[in-house]
């Protein structure tokens, strides 16, 4: 029997390319990359529709990440499309049905497909404002391309108004793929953020009638006192972009952040969050693959602790990183480090959160189907 956590390490460590044939209801049928936020891909393709993500047989959900020198191509065959390891056939795969909501407008004239997009199979995704302060002082982290992505492809509104972002999760609501929402906007001001956040919350709430939104925020590093008003505003759970979990190791990759928020400050507003949030319901992003494997296991164990959940996200160095050019762990490695950081979870008894977040929204992230080998969905 087939790994697919194994295959799914590979895949979004080794990227992937396609057939031209197989690719040719990319943006019609099927749903196409649109760039609300980063670019994960190994190389840029402006002029390419290509998938956004697919899935394998068992239902493991990967994110498309394009390398022309692959090893691992798609092709056509028989009415349906094969994955295959240079001239091995390993699996049939199926890209994802573009949503309906991709084709329609706002009331005021803007395209949905530009304001939210669909990550995964049922993550209505939302950058509110496409933007770092970090960038212009030059202190970005090491492995983020914000900026690069948008200017290169310039494929989403960068500012999103709250009514049409309302709009967006009715309509996309309404198709009855959709279980959750995720939202965030790059860094800017904490005051200015909560003020967005607010409004954006506002009109999910009017446009759908929910009391509590099920999803997950990932603001500028909540702290103090803003975490209570964003649980106000009725999302169901707290994101924070923690990165990289070694002091040292988080100051070096991510310069401005770190000048903003230590390490002992997020523990210490994590620890916040779920006593405000609930257990399960506070999320911890790694970006796994830029420390040892011994350091992030223990902030595995420290977050778990917390009764926080975590989503370490496989790194690839996409074009615009300062990172570009270099080369992220071998998939044997992503395989076994995500199971085991799943056997920590799993034992700390850390509550799934699948409200709010699964296995179906993370083409980017392995820790989701290593729980779900245990049978933790």
Not at 211 to 226: H, R, Y
Request: glycine content about 8%; hydrophobic content about 35%.
């Amino acid at each position: 029997m087939e790994d697919y956590l194994l295959l799914k390490a590979a895949l979004v460590t080794e990227g992937i390319r396609s057939d031209p044939a197989s690719v040719a209801e990319v943006g019609t049928r099927y749903k196409e990359q649109n760039h609300g936020l980063f670019g994960w891909d190994f190389e840029n393709h402006t002029e390419q529709k290509l998938p956004d993500d697919f899935t394998l047989p068992d239902g493991t959900v990967v994110q498309y990440r394009k390398n022309s020198r692959s090893p691992y191509h798609v092709v056509p065959e028989d009415g349906r499309l094969h994955l295959h390891h240079n001239e091995q056939r390993i699996c049939e795969v199926k890209w994802l049905r573009r949503p309906r909501y991709y084709t329609e407008k706002t009331t005021k004239g803007n395209d949905m497909i530009k304001i939210g997009q669909l990550g995964g199979q049922d993550c209505l995704f939302f950058c509110y404002q496409n933007y770092c302060s970090h960038f212009a002082k030059k202190q970005q982290c090491a492995f983020c391309n914000l900026v690069s992505t948008s200017d290169v492809y310039n494929s989403v509104m960068r500012r999103k108004d709250p009514v049409e972002v309302g709009e967006v999760v009715k309509a996309a609501w309404a198709e009855g793929d959709t279980n959750h929402v995720n939202l965030t906007g790059g860094c800017i001001s904490l005051k200015r953020e909560i003020e967005i956040v607010s409004e954006i919350l506002s009109s999910i709430r009017e446009h759908t009638g929910f009391d509590s939104v099920p999803g997950t925020l990932l603001p500028s590093p909540a702290k103090g006192e803003a975490i209570q008003k964003f649980y106000e505003t009725g999302i169901g759970s707290l994101c924070f972009a923690m990165e990289v979990w070694d002091k040292k190791y988080y100051e070096a990759i991510c310069p401005g952040k770190a000048a903003g928020t230590s390490h002992d400050e997020f523990v210490e507003n994590i620890k916040k969050a779920v006593e405000v949030f609930g257990e399960g319901n506070v999320y911890t992003i790694f970006v796994l693959g830029l420390e040892p494997k011994e350091n992030f296991l223990a902030g595995v164990n420290a977050i778990s602790e917390l009764g926080a959940n975590v989503i370490p996200f496989v790194w690839s160095p996409n074009p615009g990183s300062k990172l570009y050019g270099h080369r992220a762990p071998f998939a044997e490695w992503y395989a076994q480090t995500n199971r085991e950081a799943a056997e920590i979870v799993r034992e700390h008894k850390v509550p799934a959160g699948t409200r709010n977040h699964c296995y179906l929204c993370d083409g980017n992230s392995l820790l989701h189907d290593a729980l779900r080998e245990k049978g933790v969905v």
